[in-house]
């Protein structure tokens, strides 16, 4: 049974001004998710940026997402590093802290070979009984899960269950799909191709545009689970600007500065992340404007 079904958020992490996590606005977005209809947290991914959290934070973080959901939806935490070993301590701790499932991106910077990532996904998963979701994300780790090596791993590890794919190729998800008889769990790492990635058979989003319209993106996501693929696409395409503003900068700039346009005070980014620049958060403004939300 897959982990979840529908629209995941991948979740920012609110700041307060000195640059410490605000747990008080976490608590309060997650509300908002859920009340939105999300249907799964993806806690301390890219988008929360773990990279620039401690690993104390990072745990903090989990810990505390996991209590305020209270089992109400499913809570994936992100347990990736660079360091098999970090991935590993990271994983034992979402474990005990409650999580549901887990995200494990590849080995950035290492450059790992197919047979390294088989071990790597491997040893984590050795060391947990929570359902693993592997992150397959080319562009930002500088290596790619071959369809192949996913396949394999999911066949011979019982609690590999799936992937997260932000490769943007349709063919390598569709190769997935095929070499596994469509069981492996697919999840679109990419807003702007949910619809065409569930066509195939994925089983929903891991998004950063449910930071700002959760309800409108559980809407798409529902839809072509309900085989609603007109209504789906409809939705994909008037959000498609929108979902292109979002990343005009490196996530999670954009979903950040959308959310303070929001007046939700998510406060601010760690460096080496840095403000949007003004001419990109007009554009955003703008595309927020045009289809209709709320800007404070």
Same mark, same amino acid.
């Given at each position: 049974?897959?982990?979840?079904?529908?629209?995941?958020? @991948?979740?920012?992490?609110?700041?307060?001004?000195?640059?410490?996590?605000?747990?008080?606005?976490?608590?309060?977005?997650?509300?908002?998710?859920?009340? +939105? +209809?999300?249907?799964?947290?993806?806690?301390?991914?890219?988008?929360?940026?773990?990279?620039?959290?401690?690993?104390?934070?990072?745990?903090?973080?989990?810990?505390?997402?996991?209590?305020?959901? /209270?089992?109400?939806?499913?809570?994936?935490?992100?347990?990736?590093?660079?360091?098999?070993?970090?991935?590993?301590? $990271?994983?034992?701790?979402?474990?005990?802290?409650?999580?549901?499932?887990?995200?494990?991106?590849?080995?950035?910077? *290492?450059?790992?070979?197919?047979?390294?990532?088989?071990?790597?996904?491997?040893?984590?998963?050795?060391?947990?009984?929570?359902?693993?979701?592997?992150?397959?994300?080319?562009?930002?780790?500088?290596?790619?899960?071959?369809?192949?090596?996913?396949?394999?791993?999911?066949?011979?590890?019982?609690?590999?269950?799936?992937?997260?794919? /932000?490769?943007?190729?349709?063919?390598?998800?569709?190769?997935?799909?095929? $070499?596994?008889?469509?069981?492996?769990?697919?999840?679109?790492?990419?807003?702007?191709?949910?619809?065409?990635?569930?066509?195939?058979?994925?089983?929903?989003?891991?998004?950063?545009?449910?930071?700002?319209?959760?309800?409108?993106?559980?809407?798409?996501?529902?839809?072509?689970?309900?085989?609603?693929?007109?209504? @789906?696409?409809?939705?994909?395409?008037?959000?498609?600007? $929108?979902?292109? /503003?979002?990343?005009?900068?490196?996530?999670?700039?954009?979903?950040?500065?959308?959310? *303070?346009?929001?007046? $939700?005070?998510?406060? +601010?980014?760690?460096?080496?992340?840095?403000?949007?620049?003004?001419?990109?958060?007009?554009?955003?403004?703008?595309?927020?404007?045009?289809?209709?939300?709320?800007?404070?």
């Amino acid at each position: 049974m897959a982990i979840f079904e529908g629209a995941g958020v @991948a979740l920012i992490t609110p700041m307060n001004a000195d640059g410490s996590v605000n747990y008080e606005k976490l608590d309060e977005i997650l509300e908002m998710q859920i009340e +939105g +209809g999300t249907d799964a947290i993806i806690s301390c991914g890219t988008t929360g940026e773990a990279s620039t959290l401690s690993e104390e934070e990072h745990v903090n973080c989990i810990k505390f997402t996991c209590e305020k959901v /209270a089992g109400r939806i499913p809570v994936i935490a992100g347990t990736g590093s660079n360091s098999t070993a970090t991935a590993i301590e $990271l994983t034992k701790d979402a474990e005990k802290c409650g999580a549901d499932g887990l995200l494990v991106v590849t080995p950035y910077y *290492n450059k790992s070979t197919q047979n390294g990532l088989k071990a790597h996904f491997s040893a984590i998963a050795k060391e947990t009984k929570l359902p693993m979701l592997m992150y397959n994300i080319p562009g930002r780790t500088g290596v790619k899960i071959e369809a192949e090596t996913a396949v394999s791993l999911w066949k011979e590890v019982d609690n590999i269950v799936g992937v997260k794919d /932000a490769t943007g190729d349709l063919s390598e998800t569709a190769k997935v799909l095929s $070499l596994s008889d469509g069981g492996v769990d697919v999840y679109s790492g990419n807003d702007d191709i949910v619809v065409p990635l569930m066509s195939l058979g994925g089983k929903g989003v891991i998004s950063v545009l449910s930071n700002v319209i959760p309800k409108e993106t559980h809407d798409m996501v529902a839809a072509c689970l309900a085989g609603d693929y007109a209504t @789906a696409a409809k939705l994909q395409l008037k959000f498609y600007d $929108l979902i292109k /503003a979002l990343f005009i900068e490196v996530n999670p700039i954009p979903v950040k500065k959308a959310m *303070n346009l929001m007046g $939700l005070d998510v406060g +601010g980014l760690r460096l080496p992340l840095t403000e949007m620049e003004d001419k990109n958060a007009k554009i955003l403004a703008d595309e927020m404007a045009k289809i209709g939300i709320k800007l404070a």
